[in-house]
């Protein structure tokens, strides 16, 4: 496994362009993931996946979502500080793609995620005020509208938010790694 410094060796030696490529944003309740295009060029939102008691379980979740893309690299994001030091969460997410890394019989490689959930919060903002300007309720589809018009319970619109940025988060951490490995090819 490797660090943000060595991407480009890992993804050059690893595997070939022509494969996809997974982005993991480990959280501490849920696990973003992402994926790329074959080419490589392009990286959108997967899924999310719910956090057990039970590590081994979350990496095999991992594993098979990596075996059903056939993807050839996995991209963990490395929370570092804004500063650029390794914390208590860097550390947890550098033993975490190392044990990833034992599970998969693809390379892992780090990447640098500060700011990642910022950007994809901003970036469910953005859309939500597009929706919103485009008229509002009527441009969510008819069971969006009918869901919305039921009262909610405290809490959950916050909740679903939430899950959905963990996945945006992977997605841009993915499309930055995606970006700064074709601007060194």
Known sequence: MTDDRTDVESSETGSAVGTRVVGIDLGERRIGVSVSDSQRVLATPHSVITRTDAPSVDRRAIAALVSEF????????????????RGPAASAAVAEASALEAELDVPVVLHDERLTTVEADR?????????????????????????????????????????GID???????????????????
């Open 123 to 163: 970036r469910r903002r953005l859309l939500t005020d597009a929706v919103r300007a485009d008229g509002g309720a009527r441009a969510l589809p008819q069971a969006r509208q009918a869901r919305r018009a039921r009262p909610a319970r405290p809490g959950t619109a916050a909740r679903a938010r939430r899950v």
């Open 70 to 85: 056939g993807a050839g690299l996995v991209v963990v994001g490395l929370p570092l500080t804004l500063a650029g030091d």
């Open 167 to 185: 996945a945006v988060a992977a997605t841009v951490l993915l499309q930055a790694w995606l970006d700064q490995n074709r601007a060194r090819s």
